[in-house]
């Protein structure tokens, strides 16, 4: 059985696919990062791609190298993803002018994540379907997205990532019905999770292990969710689960049960 992973470069897709390949599955790694997509690829004895989920023509090639190294997934994991920060209208501290969020910026994160993850969707599903049934009920492969908590709890000044990651989970529903019994599609949600991506927002050592510890003190479990954490949710819809889809499975470690969350701080 094999897998594309796009983003899986690092974060979240290269837990994902370290998970899935202990667990015996091949992995292609879908990522504009060669550096790091072919530094997991290589780990992994799996195949990089470099791809760009917002042209069909460059998902397509990928594919097709993918295929034919693995053959033809049965597994998707959209992990492939933009965060962009902007208020929606903000005064210029310089010049006292109020200025409306940038337009292209925005449709810049729609773009990536939810018509990317969309088009990944439309064309690994129609080489899905052209596989032999796995399960009784018919089912050929199984994809599954990273949306956020945001598409519940949009923090102030990530309008276009909550919009995004909102429209994908209504996307992994619509999607669910209609690719059923054929494919299940799901969703994780994660919350705040130990990424580099999110280490990278503080560049000090002290400040960093302090604003982790924000995030850690409000949660339930009083930790950090893990990358390895939502890998392991992957890992539940794409090899067990055999009876879900249309799910959404929030992974944040209870921190939606809180309020105050310093993501809206």
């Known amino acids: ?8 470069a690092s974060g979240l897709g290269a837990a994902t696919a370290r998970v899935l390949n202990e667990a015996g599955v091949k992995i292609a790694i879908f990522d504009l990062d060669e550096t790091g997509g072919k530094k997991v690829a290589s780990d992994l004895g799996g195949v ?18 993918a295929r034919a190294a693995n053959g033809q997934e049965r597994i998707l994991v959209n992990c492939a993803g933009v965060a962009m920060g902007g208020r929606t209208a903000r005064r210029n501290k310089k010049t006292g002018d109020i200025e409306p969020h940038d337009l292209k910026s925005f449709a810049k ?42 598409a519940q ?6 309008a276009a990532y909550a919009a ?69 949710a992957v890992n539940f819809f794409a090899l067990g689960a055999k009876a879900i889809t249309g799910a959404v499975l929030v992974v944040d470690g209870g921190t939606h049960l809180t309020v105050g969350s310093p993501q809206n701080t």
Not at 1 to 8: K, L, N
Not at 48 to 65: G, K, P, R, Y
Not at 172 to 182: S, V, Y
């Open 109 to 150: 994160v729609i773009n990536i994540n939810l018509l990317g993850t969309f088009n990944m969707m439309a064309l690994s599903a129609a080489g899905m379907m052209t596989l032999d049934p796995v399960t009784p009920d018919g089912g050929r492969g199984v994809m599954v997205n990273t949306a956020s908590v945001a």
């Open 153 to 158: 709890d949009g923090q102030i000044g990530q």
């Open 164 to 232: 995004s990651k909102g429209a994908l989970n209504t996307l992994t529903l619509g999607l669910a019905r209609a690719l059923a019994p054929e494919i299940r599609v799901n969703a994780v949600c994660p919350g705040y999770v130990d990424t580099p991506w999110h280490s990278g927002k503080v560049e000090d050592a002290d400040e960093l292990e302090t604003y982790k510890q924000r995030f850690a003190d409000i949660a339930p479990l009083k930790r950090l969710t893990t990358a390895d954490d939502v890998a392991d």
């Open 1 to 8: 059985m094999s897998a594309v992973i796009t983003g899986g």
């Open 48 to 65: 990089f791609c470099n791809c760009d989920v917002t042209h069909q023509d460059n998902i397509a090639q990928a594919l097709e190298s």
